[in-house]
């Protein structure tokens, strides 16, 4: 049975980072597409950044050039750097898994529970 579990959320402060992790079980995630996306209060979940089996990177434009998303094939693992945080970050952020990029982005196969980002200003 497939599953991603995220990790490393909380409370920062605004300009602080953090790093979220995704491990999963149950795929092999060089085998797939990975991406983050997050939904704050109020809100619909909305995407925030892909990454392709080979590499590329896609991001909002409202976290280009302040988030980085990666992934750590040997650990089946994805990680999303997020420096320079705002308060308009705040959210629940989820990672996610599909054999695309483009499937990714328009609503993956399989995803995580979510873990709570909350950044004060």
């Known amino acids: 049975q497939a599953q991603l579990v995220e990790s490393g959320g909380g409370l920062v402060q605004a300009g602080g980072s953090l790093r979220l992790s995704c491990a999963a079980s149950?795929?092999?995630?060089?085998?797939?597409?990975v991406g983050w996306f997050r939904q704050a209060p109020g809100k619909e979940r909305e995407f925030v950044a892909a990454?392709?089996?080979?590499?590329?990177?896609t991001y909002a434009d409202s976290v280009r050039g302040r988030f980085t998303i990666s992934r750590d094939n040997a650990k089946n693992t994805m990680y999303l750097q997020m420096d320079r945080l705002k308060p308009e970050d705040t959210a629940v952020y989820y990672c996610?898994?599909?054999?695309?990029?483009?499937?990714?982005?328009?609503?993956?196969?399989?995803w995580g529970q979510g873990t709570q980002v909350t950044v004060s200003s």
């Open positions: 996610a898994a599909d054999y695309g990029v483009q499937a990714v982005i328009r609503g993956p196969q399989y």
């Open positions: 149950g795929l092999t995630l060089s085998s797939y597409a």
């Open positions: 990454l392709s089996r080979f590499g590329g990177a």
